[in-house]
């Protein structure tokens, strides 16, 4: 035993470069499941590797930690806890084996081949079933959608109309593609709100000069604009990004129950 309670050789180094040399050939183990180095280095990777295999057999999260740390790479370390872990599970030790095989040309040191007991082996490779799918601008297709704004209550239907503005209800959503459809909203000036909305809800705009704040409660703004109660609640709810303003586009508001794209025949919308 070596000072501080130390058992095993030190390999003329220091601690931290022991524990380097050992990361190292136990990866190298495991990357190729056989290795050959000096007869008293793989008794000691015999021992280092002993324990790194019985934690890699428990298979728990803290485990797979303590395996990921104990290797030099992630892929030696899945490699170990997915693969080869599970066709050792019939034995609780003797996982490697250590047989001398030759003397080193020059120093004339003892070498020595150390590998796995059992035949290891490799797990057959999945192929890439699906893709992700990406649309593209000519693959977009549009629907002509109708809200009534006095069924449902401002947050819920502001939701919704975003949702179909930005098509993110499609299979085919992708991200950077504006693959929406065109909104129609009906009844703005009905508007549902709750709780004291209709007069402690306020819009503010700002001239840009100082002292230059507007103010124009929920109320009046349902007398004079109701189209833009709704598109600012639309707005809000869109990604801020350079699709917003294309979407914003395809959103026709108006105030009562009648609209000028009958000719589109827009689909109504019944949410749940």
Do not use: C
Not at 17 to 23: D, F, G, H, I, V
Not at 31 to 42: D, F, M, N, Q, S
Not at 170 to 177: A, G, L, R
Request: hydrophobic share 35%; no cysteine.
């Amino acid at each position: 035993m070596h000072r501080h309670g130390y058992q095993g050789r030190k390999f003329g180094r220091e601690r931290d470069q022991r524990r380097a040399l050992l990361k190292g050939l136990a990866t190298s183990l495991v990357e190729y499941g056989k290795i050959e180095t000096t007869l008293p280095k793989a008794k000691e990777l015999k021992r280092h590797i002993e324990k790194i295999i019985t934690k890699a057999k428990k298979g728990d999260l803290a485990s797979r930690r303590q395996v990921i740390a104990a290797l030099s790479t992630r892929a030696a370390a899945y490699k170990l806890v997915d693969e080869i872990a599970p066709q050792l599970s019939g034995r609780t030790s003797g996982h490697v084996r250590v047989e001398r095989t030759r003397l080193r040309v020059g120093d004339g040191a003892q070498m020595a081949i150390i590998e796995f007991v059992d035949d290891i082996k490799p797990m057959p490779k999945e192929g890439n079933k699906m893709k992700t799918y990406s649309q593209k601008p000519s693959e977009v297709s549009r629907r002509w959608v109708l809200f009534d704004a006095s069924e449902l209550p401002l947050g819920r239907l502001a939701t919704e109309i975003a949702k179909h503005l930005t098509g993110k209800y499609k299979p085919t959503y992708t991200p950077h593609i504006d693959g929406g459809d065109y909104v129609v909203v009906i009844n703005a000036a009905q508007t549902v709100v709750t709780g004291y909305k209709e007069t402690d809800k306020y819009y503010y705009r700002h001239s840009g000069f100082p002292g230059g704040i507007k103010e124009t409660q929920f109320k009046e703004m349902r007398e004079r604009h109701p189209e833009r109660i709704i598109e600012e609640a639309v707005k809000g709810m869109l990604p801020k990004n350079k699709l917003q303003a294309e979407r914003l586009k395809r959103l026709r508001i108006f105030a009562g129950s009648d609209h000028a794209h009958t000719a589109q025949t827009p689909e109504k919308v019944e949410v749940k």
